[in-house]
């Protein structure tokens, strides 16, 4: 039968694999090819810590319909790499499990695996292993394993009263893409572009998060959402040093452009809640002592959106000057 016509049950999970780990040595600059194939992958630390991550991404609710299969296979090794960027880690293996419908095209499939070695090349992190297996709708979950030097992993807690709050670029994009997806007709204007971009070839601040380590006092991937983020630290620091933390975080300093604005208005769409309410962007939120602002700005792009206070709660100042309670939405399963 012609390639294009033949599903994935036409050749069986194990020479499936074995496609997996042809295409790995042919197409990974990377090493521990070998490990691919064994029981399991065995690496060498080193003096440094050992981080390990997984993050499961399901067809129906993480991959819009107009994403390629090479962008679904790109996406798994992002989520994941994101959450070693967050801990300032760098990242050096990656697990890839898929569950697959038996109906699936072979050639979907070998997407689906291109996507995933093309981006662990990317981010330079070799695929180490996985697992094969059958279900009615894709679903693609990764665990990522990373190392950092001792006593220098960024966790959502560690900073004091007066450090400065800050994410790494601007947020909303992914929102508003995900909102054009729904109803795209195509789309001859850049900020749409750049806005669909964003929701279906997302890329992870590795780099950012190898300068941060040196620089920030705590660090996360924004991806449930920035005010779901901001209360995960302040929860975190809570239940680690119950202080009286709170954070201030001003609209005058979001960055947030006029066109995002009037684009956001025009599809109905509210810009603080696509800002605050959804996530995605996989940008990262940090904290950072005010002394520290100008070294790092010669290193990195960023901005300071806020700042840790001792009032123990998060709250929003307005444009006009109104000051509320920053309200906690995000993205949850299972609600
Ligand atoms: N099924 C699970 N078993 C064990 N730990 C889990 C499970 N689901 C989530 N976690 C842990 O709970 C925390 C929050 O998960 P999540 O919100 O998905 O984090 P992230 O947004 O960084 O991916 C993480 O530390 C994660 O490892
Ligand atoms: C079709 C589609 N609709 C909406 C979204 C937006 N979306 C889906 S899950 C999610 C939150 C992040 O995913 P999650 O599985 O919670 O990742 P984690 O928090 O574990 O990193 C968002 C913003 C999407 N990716 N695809
Ligand atoms: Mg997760
Ligand atoms: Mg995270
Ligand atoms: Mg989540």
């Known amino acids: 039968m012609e390639y294009k016509s033949l599903n994935v049950s036409a050749i069986g999970e194990k020479e499936l694999i074995n496609r997996i780990i042809n295409k790995n040595n042919m197409n990974s600059n990377l090493s521990f090819k070998n490990y691919l194939g064994d029981d399991a992958a065995v690496l060498n630390i080193n003096t440094n810590h050992l981080i390990a991550t997984s993050d499961m991404q399901i067809q129906s609710l993480h991959f819009p319909k107009q994403m390629s299969h090479f962008q679904m296979g790109f996406k798994v090794v992002t989520v994941n790499v994101s959450d070693i960027a967050a801990m300032g880690g760098e990242p050096i293996g990656f697990l890839l499990s898929m569950a697959i419908p038996k109906m699936l095209k072979l050639s979907d499939f070998d997407e689906i695996v291109d996507g995933v070695i093309y981006a662990c090349n990317y981010y330079n992190l070799p695929l180490i292993g996985g697992d094969t297996n059958e279900s009615d709708e894709i ?75 040196n620089f920030a006092s705590s660090a996360t991937d924004i991806t449930d959402g920035l005010s779901e983020e901001l209360y995960e630290v302040f929860d975190a620091d809570h239940l680690k040093h119950s202080s009286n933390h709170g954070i201030k975080i001003y609209e005058s300093k979001l960055p947030m452009g006029e066109d995002f604005i009037k684009l956001s208005n025009k599809i109905n769409q509210n810009p603080l809640k696509l800002f605050f309410n959804v996530g995605e962007d996989f940008e990262l939120l940090f904290t950072l002592d005010k002394n520290l602002v100008d070294d790092l700005a010669k290193l990195m792009d960023f901005y300071v959106i806020g700042e840790i206070n001792d009032l123990n709660k998060i709250e929003i100042v307005y444009l006009n000057g109104d000051v509320e309670t920053l309200s906690r939405k995000g993205y949850e399963h299972l609600k």
């Open 139 to 213: 679903i693609l979950s990764g665990t990522a394993l990373g190392k950092v030097d001792k006593n220098k992993q960024l966790l959502k807690s560690g900073f004091k009263n007066g450090d400065l709050v800050a994410i790494t670029g601007k947020l909303g994009l992914a929102a508003l893409g995900f909102e054009l997806l729904n109803e795209f007709h195509g789309t001859d204007n850049d900020l749409e572009n750049l806005a669909i971009s964003k929701a279906l070839n997302p890329i992870a601040k590795i780099h950012e998060g190898q300068i941060l380590k």
